[in-house]
Nanobody, 116 residues
Framework: QLQLVESGGGLVQPGGSLRLSCAASGITFSIYTMAWYRQAPGKQRELVAG???????NYADSVKGRFTISRDNAKNTVYLQTDSLKPEDTAVYYCYADHLRIISYWGQGTQVTVSS
């Protein structure tokens, strides 16, 4: 059974860091493009960062230079290192898996709150 399970969210002060993880099971992880999206209250879900099966990455302009996406195919896990966090980064962060836009999956989300 397919599962994407996020972890690592929490409450952090502005300027702080968190490392989000998404562990996948039930899929051939290495062939999937993986991504992190986020949704703040009252706003649409937006792409934060993505990484292809070949390791190419892309980032939203708002997080470039602060966030880093990576993957470990041996552990079926994708990570999002978030540094220099700002209050506007507060959102539920979702893991997303996609294969050639034919089949895709979402995780259940993990809350990130940036506040002093």
């Amino acid at each position: 059974q397919l599962q994407l399970v996020e972890s690592g969210g929490g409450l952090v002060q502005p300027g702080g860091s968190l490392r989000l993880s998404c562990a996948a099971s039930g899929i051939t992880f290495s062939i999937y493009t993986m991504a992190w999206y986020r949704q703040a209250p009252g706003k649409q879900r937006e792409l934060v960062a993505g990484i292809t099966s070949g390791g190419s990455t892309n980032y939203a302009d708002s997080v470039k230079g602060r966030f880093t996406i990576s993957r470990d195919n041996a552990k079926n896990t994708v990570y999002l290192q978030t540094d220099s966090l700002k209050p506007e980064d507060t959102a539920v962060y979702y893991c997303y898996a996609d294969h050639l836009r034919i089949i895709s999956y979402w995780g259940q989300g993990t809350q990130v709150t940036v506040s002093s």
